[in-house]
């Protein structure tokens, strides 16, 4: 797939459409693992939105095919990254990344090596950047669909917090309360009893990478059967 046309910055979104054709498999949940893991690195916004320039898309480009045609492990990869060594704050913004043989250049578009973490929101600031009432994240809270965070200036709210509120309000304009999205926290709950039984092994053996890339990789296999079951039983009623 040639590389995506020239641009300000692209949203987490626009970045799986950008490369689902080359790697069919890429979701978002995929994208977040490899930004936890330190190996992807898209700035993000005072509100927390992540913007991904071009060289964030030529980095993650490059990470997922020595995955897939070299199964290269996260470590090794990582480690590549680092002897390349990441363009520091100080020099010029605007360059785009290298890519060479070897691999990208690890650089974002603006030239800061600094990436904010996460997120830390009121619960005003939670509601207009998720565009969600107030009742409606007093509520995402109470059935325990985002965590708060208690400071000594009140409750704050992470970027999980933010997606989640995202997806609410959008439910909500469908007539979709928040109470019924309980029902997704339960399946988690339940979900996460079996994954913990598999990674268990590596976990008791310190292998902590490796538990978290099996994670990633059993929580894509799930998404894809639940879709496939969605198919199944929407697919008739839908003509």
């Given at each position: 797939?040639s590389?995506?046309?020239?641009?300000?910055h692209?949203?987490?979104?626009?970045?799986?459409?950008?490369?689902?054709?080359?790697?069919?498999?890429?979701?978002?949940?995929?994208?977040?693992?490899?930004e936890?893991?330190?190996?992807?690195?898209p700035e993000r916004?005072?509100?927390?939105?992540?913007?991904f320039?071009?060289?964030d898309?030529?980095?993650?480009?490059w990470i997922?095919?020595?995955?897939?045609?070299?199964?290269?492990?996260?470590?090794?990869?990582?480690?590549?990254?680092?002897?390349?060594?990441?363009?520091?704050a100080s020099?010029?913004?605007?360059?785009?990344?290298r890519?060479?043989e070897?691999g990208?250049?690890?650089?974002?578009?603006d030239?800061?090596?600094?990436?904010?973490g996460?997120?830390?929101?009121?619960?005003a600031?939670?509601?207009?950047?998720?565009?969600?009432?107030?009742?409606?994240?007093?509520?995402?809270?109470r059935?325990?669909?985002?965590?708060?965070?208690?400071?000594?200036?009140?409750?704050?709210?992470?970027?999980?917090?933010l997606i989640?509120?995202r997806?609410?309000?959008?439910?909500?304009?469908?007539?979709?309360?928040?109470?019924?999205?309980?029902?997704?926290k339960?399946?988690?709950?339940?979900?996460?009893g079996?994954?913990?039984?598999?990674?268990?092994?590596?976990?008791?053996?310190?292998?902590?990478e490796e538990?978290?890339?099996?994670?990633?990789?059993?929580?894509?296999?799930?998404?894809?059967?639940r879709r496939?079951?969605l198919?199944?039983?929407?697919?008739?009623?839908?003509?």
């Amino acid at each position: 797939m040639s590389s995506p046309p020239s641009r300000s910055h692209y949203s987490i979104g626009e970045v799986v459409s950008l490369l689902g054709d080359e790697h069919p498999d890429l979701t978002i949940s995929k994208i977040r693992f490899l930004e936890n893991e330190g190996l992807i690195e898209p700035e993000r916004t005072p509100s927390g939105y992540r913007r991904f320039y071009q060289g964030d898309v030529e980095r993650l480009r490059w990470i997922l095919t020595q995955q897939r045609d070299h199964q290269m492990p996260l470590k090794v990869i990582r480690r590549k990254i680092q002897e390349w060594g990441a363009v520091s704050a100080s020099e010029p913004a605007g360059g785009a990344d290298r890519v060479d043989e070897s691999g990208p250049v690890p650089r974002s578009a603006d030239g800061s090596s600094a990436v904010e973490g996460s997120v830390s929101l009121t619960t005003a600031e939670l509601s207009a950047a998720a565009n969600a009432s107030a009742e409606l994240i007093g509520a995402l809270a109470r059935f325990g669909l985002i965590r708060g965070r208690e400071t000594a200036t009140g409750t704050v709210f992470d970027h999980e917090a933010l997606i989640v509120a995202r997806a609410a309000s959008a439910f909500a304009e469908r007539g979709v309360e928040a109470r019924h999205l309980r029902m997704y926290k339960i399946a988690v709950e339940r979900e996460s009893g079996l994954y913990e039984q598999i990674l268990a092994p590596m976990i008791l053996r310190g292998r902590s990478e490796e538990a978290g890339a099996e994670l990633s990789e059993l929580v894509n296999l799930a998404e894809t059967i639940r879709r496939s079951l969605l198919r199944r039983i929407l697919g008739p009623r839908l003509g």
